[in-house]
């Protein structure tokens, strides 16, 4: 059981590009950060939303009330460092208790450097984004003993409006790797903690857009030996390293501007590789075979979305973290809609009709979610199978 540290609390404020102010108490590191405010309705798994790297430059909301009582280890990471741009949460429990935690929430906020406000009304803030969309929002954490005054408002106020819109932003070449590497290590069990996988059956080339750890873990479990390469690496050089398979990552910021992506993806898919590709992999996927995406009103980030397979009628919960989706009406014919989300009817996966391609737009690594549809992976080992034949 860890217990955070009270009687030394901050005052911090959350301005929004609208002009609506919160006030609330720090949570993390002292400072400010903006970004496109979301809402993200897990109950649990705030670890690993941190840390994914699509979350790179978003202020993440908590609808959930209570948020830290489980603490934060060091293995629920899905990237070497936080990625979200800061925290936004009702409540933070006094007390931390999980037989895997070594420090509370706050504690690793601060040693993140990541800014984090809690006591504010969240559901306020929720329903705000839900009707209005998402927003720009800056988050001010001020020192011990400093006080909200009007001057720190319409600062905070400002820099929210100064923030870069989301719509255009080309994030996944910053936070790809610069130089390729190998994975091999598989799910994390009780006890045992992760393991390794021995005996390859496929090799596998993943692009790296902001991949989320449990992505490669779940290739490794069912055989993959993984090639992660930068974002920017061109068809050419993938084709040297001879994949049975090509995975296109989750990854921030708008699809639309990653031209080096589409290009390669084009090509390794009308070369015939078994490609699957998972969120903005997914968009990646669908623009590189001639359709459009757009950026939706709040986006769907989550862990409890039904999706529906429209090959069979069953439906997923799934684990959802997007802001732009793929525009059914301009799918070319070579394209069909595989799922739908049950929630607003946007399109969820995507296959190709002349070639071994398909994708998702959840999450079916989870890391924080349901399992339900992690079929999805066993889908592209048959692919690679049916390819080796
Ligand atoms: N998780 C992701 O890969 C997100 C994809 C893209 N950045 C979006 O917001 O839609």
């Known amino acids: 059981m860890l217990l955070s540290p009270q009687g030394d609390s901050s005052p911090a404020i959350l301005a929004l590009a609208d002009g609506t102010v919160f006030v609330g108490t720090s949570i993390g590191a002292t400072g400010s950060t903006c970004g496109e405010v979301v809402f993200n309705t897990a109950l649990t798994g705030y670890q690993e939303i941190l840390t994914d790297p699509s979350y790179e430059r978003q202020i993440v909301t908590l609808t959930y009330p209570h948020i830290g009582n489980y603490g934060v280890n060091a293995e629920d990471v899905e990237a070497a460092k936080v990625h979200a741009a800061g925290l936004i949460i009702r409540d933070l429990p006094l007390v931390a208790s999980s037989f895997r935690a070594d420090m509370?929430?706050?504690?690793?906020?601060?040693?993140?450097?990541?800014?984090?406000?809690?006591?504010?009304?969240?559901?306020?803030?929720?329903?705000?984004?839900?009707?209005?969309?998402?927003?720009?929002?800056?988050?001010?954490?001020?020192?011990?003993?400093?006080?909200?005054?009007?001057?720190?408002?319409?600062?905070?106020?400002?820099?929210?409006?100064?923030?870069?819109?989301?719509?255009?932003?080309?994030?996944?070449?910053d936070v790809s790797v610069q130089r390729s590497y190998d994975w091999d290590q598989t799910e994390w069990k009780l006890g045992s903690g992760y393991g390794q996988l021995h005996q390859p059956k496929y090799h596998v080339v993943a692009f790296d857009y902001g991949v989320k750890k449990n992505i490669l873990r779940?290739?490794?479990?069912?055989?993959?030996?993984?090639?992660?390469?930068?974002?920017?690496?061109?068809?050419?050089?993938?084709?040297?390293?001879?994949?049975?398979?090509?995975?296109?990552?989750?990854?921030?910021?708008?699809?639309e501007p990653c031209d080096y992506a589409v290009d390669a993806t084009r090509e390794l898919v009308e070369d015939g590789y078994p490609t699957f590709g998972i969120c903005l992999g997914h968009q990646i996927l669908a623009l590189a075979s001639g359709a459009k995406t757009f950026k939706m009103k709040f986006g769907h980030h989550g862990a409890n979305h039904p999706?529906?397979?429209?090959?069979?009628?069953?439906?997923?919960?799934?684990?959802?973290?997007?802001?732009?989706?793929?525009?059914?009406?301009?799918?070319?014919?070579?394209?069909r809609a595989t799922h739908v989300s049950l929630f607003d009817g946007t399109l969820q996966g995507l296959e190709r009709t002349d070639r071994p391609a398909f994708c998702f737009q959840g999450h079916p690594e989870a890391s924080p979610g349901p399992h339900d549809i992690g079929y999805l992976f066993d889908k592209f080992t048959a692919l690679m199978d049916q390819k080796k034949k």
């Not at 601060?110 to 988050?139: M, P, W, Y």
């Not at 290739?219 to 050419?236: D, F, I, N, Q």
């Not at 084709?239 to 049975?244: G, H, M, S, T, Y």
């Not at 429209?310 to 989706?325: K, P």
Request: aromatic share 2%; with cysteine.
């Open 104 to 173: 509370t929430l706050s504690q690793y906020l601060q040693r993140e450097n990541t800014v984090g406000i809690a006591d504010i009304d969240t559901r306020k803030l929720t329903r705000l984004l839900r009707t209005k969309g998402a927003q720009n929002g800056c988050i001010v954490a001020l020192e011990q003993g400093k006080e909200v005054t009007p001057a720190v408002i319409e600062r905070a106020v400002a820099e929210a409006r100064k923030a870069p819109a989301m719509a255009g932003l080309d994030l996944a070449k």
């Open 218 to 255: 779940m290739l490794a479990e069912r055989g993959c030996k993984v090639t992660v390469v930068p974002a920017k690496t061109p068809a050419a050089e993938v084709r040297k390293l001879q994949p049975d398979g090509v995975f296109l990552s989750n990854g921030p910021g708008d699809p």
């Open 307 to 335: 999706v529906k397979d429209l090959d069979n009628g069953r439906v997923s919960i799934t684990s959802q973290n997007h802001g732009f989706a793929v525009d059914e009406k301009t799918l070319p014919k070579n394209m």
